[in-house]
């Protein structure tokens, strides 16, 4: 069974009429159906036999299938609640229409207005698409620079680790230095020491 209208739901439809079950009752067979769909369905086939796997119901009473009740009040509940984001707040009707020059959407009522006269309108989804491009368009440069924004920053990480590591090099290296001169300014005394006693005992 196909259903034209894309808000229902197939678990929530009456296999005889398609729409939403109203009053549902449930049969031996687990099968349920709206209770007048079912009582029409018999009044033609009176041998009372399911519309979907041909048993037959003995029982005369009609049992009430209340959790399925449940479950459609709250889906019909729940999509007039969603429905109603998308009515003219000033009309009750559906905004299918956007006006360019207010840059607002609009219902049939509204765009018949005087507030609305000799404006260009175009429907929502056309206008919406439209939107979506524009918005695409703006942030394509932005997009652009933040991907410039991250490789600079990928560069001047890089730049600070190689300074940082120069740092400790440098810093290694004239511990090293000072270690070394300090070695020779030893060397140098201990020479000039021996060398003076060496001409002191040549004197003598």
Known sequence: VEFSTPWKNPDLCCPVCHDIFKDPVILAC???????????????????????CKQRHLKRQLPSNLVLRNLCES??????????????????????????DHQQPVCVVCRDSEKHSNHTFRP???????????????????KNKLKVSEQVKVKFDQTTQHIQLQARITERFGC?????????????????????????????
């Not at 889906?75 to 006006?99: A, N």
């Not at 929502?124 to 932005?142: C, F, G, M, V, Y």
């Not at 090293?176 to 140098?188: A, D």
């Open 124 to 142: 929502i989804d056309e206008a919406a698409q439209q939107h979506r491009k524009q918005l695409q368009e703006t942030l394509e440069p932005l």
């Open 30 to 52: 687990t099968h349920s159906f709206c209770k007048v769909c079912l009582q029409s369905w018999w009044t033609e086939k009176p041998n009372r036999e399911c519309p979907v």
């Open 176 to 204: 090293s230095c000072s270690v070394m001169e300090s070695h020779s300014m030893k060397l140098s005394v201990l020479f000039l020491s021996s060398s003076e006693g060496h001409t002191t005992f040549e004197g003598l």
């Open 75 to 100: 889906f019909l509940e729940d999509k007039r609640q969603r429905g109603s984001e998308f009515l003219c707040s000033l009309h009750s009707e559906e905004l299918k229409l956007y006006c360019l």
